[in-house]
């Protein structure tokens, strides 16, 4: 398992997620809208996509299978166009401390996604940007093993103390350590996820916001699901 024992997030916040395969994402903003909390959107509509770095082990995957209470889980992420010269790219160390997580986010230097990428170049990206010196040395004992691309919508109740990410048409991609043509992939796009965010401050009335939803709460994971579909 990683060691980011070092790092001292600002704060943490709770991440209660959602999975929903029973509706489409238009019969899920419906509900949203409807919401007591009057939750309403926010932003605008875009894509994400992650690069996604494991151990040789895979810990940061048997992590969370297992519900390892202290876990790290470890990513490229940008957005808009999936390939090509990827805009603002920005590490992230993703931290979960029990049913609470937090984000750490480093800039990295702009990098082009297409056939020539592999596990080398990206080190090479690595190293040329400012990344501390003892994360650095982790993540070169790492290797990139998914990519992921979906589409997103954001929500924030009336009160801005709760927020709303609504993930769908997922996409999943195998990553080479050589070459990578991205051929192997895989779309689900029966797998939404809404996931209700919110500051450790704001747990008083969190079930209150949560049993509203005619959705339980459920673990899941992009990463692990990604892993399982191309493993």
Request: glycine share 4%; hydrophobic share 35%.
């Amino acid at each position: 398992m990683m060691n980011f024992s070092y790092l001292s997030p600002k704060s943490f916040r709770y991440e209660r997620k959602f999975l929903i395969s029973q509706l489409d994402r238009y019969q899920v903003e419906s509900i949203i809208r409807c919401h007591p909390a009057m939750f309403s959107e926010i932003f605008h509509e875009r894509c994400v996509n992650n690069i996604y770095f494991d151990t040789l082990n895979m810990d940061n995957y048997w992590d969370n299978e297992f519900g390892t209470s202290q876990r790290v889980k470890t990513r490229i992420r940008w957005y808009g166009d999936l390939f090509g010269m990827l805009k603002e790219p920005v590490l992230q160390l993703k931290l979960k401390n029990g049913i609470v997580g937090s984000k750490i986010s480093f800039p990295l230097n702009q990098f082009a996604l297409d056939s020539s990428f592999s596990s080398r170049s990206l080190k090479t990206i690595l190293k040329a940007s400012e990344i501390p010196p003892l994360i650095e040395e982790e993540l070169l004992s790492m290797q990139p093993t998914l990519l992921n691309h979906y589409s997103r919508k954001y929500f924030q109740s009336v009160d801005k103390r709760y927020r709303l990410t609504l993930d769908w048409d997922m996409e999943f991609y195998t990553i080479d350590h050589n070459i990578n043509n991205f051929n192997k992939k895989i779309r689900d796009f029966f797998y939404i996820v809404l996931e209700l965010k919110y500051s450790d401050n704001d747990d008083d009335i969190a079930d209150t916001i949560t049993n509203c939803f005619p959705f339980r709460i459920s673990k899941s994971s992009k990463y692990v699901r990604g892993i399982d579909y191309l493993g």
